[in-house]
């Protein structure tokens, strides 16, 4: 369910049309709805409430402070990815308990800042990296409470950029010698081993992978308590998908209880990193239409939003629903939607039918919520888009359109040049 809906006419979010934000704000814009946010957090953490567990939001999904503020008011901790992912969580007000730090390049830096605040738990991706971690933690007079990510080896059937757990894929540990290092990271003065870690994949649209490494993963578990371990957790990772046009993923509340039912034999807190399913459909990319073009093969629709805006449909040819925020019965025709970035993968839709929009008319593209402003650039100097947060009848913008200086802000000409 999501809250952007026409009314009379006219595309909004929640209750305030996306024309005054346009108006009030400018193009292009990310639109998210606090009503969507909260009822796809509510809903997923929900439907493991007869377990104990934990909703520790992806943060790399969608970053924004407000956002990740609003899930800790819900009692939800982050999963993070890098040093600056802490900054913000802490910044945001997440309990540093609720914290789990994944990747496999953390930095000594990013370990130590990690160590001082005293997160939930590492999940650790090479027997390198436990070595480092188990140094810093040393030289700290720390422990450092973690999980092995362990790589199961299980197709998802996804987008080959965003499939993580396939041998050939840099995530994690092998399963199959998992075990060894498990009992080497146990004899670590400097290491607390709590749980064990998986995440296979993203934008996953069957319950099978998400059991199959379950079922692999609770093998290992079981060796593992029985050598006398003491596993507290077992991190199933994010990678539910969502309709973007046809997909037809199982329901949060399907696969909790696939994944309950599943490690019902297993004493230990669940813990998972829901991103896009949270934020995907909460999220639209409000864009302005600035000219038409046509030649001999195509239609072009030129729209001030572009790759630098949103990387999915350039990156992994995702799709992605664009309608006019004025509904209006007209003809359709099949047109690339296209940004003003100079590079042909520059563009939003290809042979895309839809209605014959006009130029400086809106456009909706929709389900932007995930790795959409997270992953923009400022590709070609064009500063990034406003990110503004619906609720009900009102809006606040939560991040500020960059300005021409924020683009030189950090840039210096050497005196010699002068
Ligand atoms: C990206 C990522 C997630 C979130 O994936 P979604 O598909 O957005 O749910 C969870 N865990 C890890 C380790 C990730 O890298």
Known sequence: MHHFQYQDGRLCAEDVPLEKIAKEVGTPCYV?????????????????????????????????????RLFAKMGGGVDIVSGGELFRALKA?????????????????????????G?????????????????????????????????????????????????KNKFGIDISIAKQLYLKANELSNI???????????????????????????????????KGLDLKYLDLG???GIPYHEEEPPHPTEYAKAIMEAAKDLHCTL?????????????????????????????????????????????YDAYHEI????????????????????????????????PKVEAGELLAVMSAGAYGFSMSSNYNSRPRAAEVLVKGDEYFIIRERESYEDLVKLEKIPAWME
């Open 32 to 68: 998210y709805s606090h009503a969507t946010l909260s009822h796809h957090f509510k809903v997923f953490d929900g439907a493991f409430d007869e377990v104990p567990h934990l909703t520790c939001y992806s943060v790399k999904a969608c970053s924004n402070i407000a956002i990740i």
């Open 93 to 117: 007000g997440v309990p540093s308990q609720k914290i789990v730090f994944s990747g496999v390049g953390k930095t000594k830096e990013e370990m130590r800042m990690a160590l001082k605040v």
């Open 119 to 167: 997160i939930l738990m590492f999940n650790v991706e090479s027997e390198a990296e436990l070595f480092a971690l188990n140094q810093v933690a040393k030289e700290m007079n720390k422990i450092a409470p973690i999980a092995l990510r362990v790589n199961p080896d299980v197709d998802p059937k996804t987008h080959p950029y965003i499939s993580t757990g396939l041998k």
């Open 192 to 226: 607390n081993v709590i749980g064990i870690d998986c995440h296979i994949g993203s934008q996953l649209t069957t319950l099978s992978p998400f059991l199959d490494a379950l079922e692999r993963v609770k093998r290992l578990y079981k060796e593992l308590v029985a």
């Open 238 to 240: 994010g990678g539910l």
């Open 271 to 315: 813990i998972f990193e829901p991103g896009r399913v949270i934020v995907g459909n909460a999220g639209i990319l409000l864009t302005k239409v600035l000219y038409l073009k046509q030649n001999q093969e195509k239609n072009f629709v030129i729209v001030d939003a572009a790759m630098n805006d949103l990387a999915r449909p350039s990156l």
């Open 323 to 354: 309608f006019p925020v004025k509904k209006e019965a007209r003809d359709t025709f099949v047109a690339d939607v296209v940004g003003p970035i100079c590079e042909s993968g520059d563009f939003l839709a290809k042979d895309r039918k839809m």
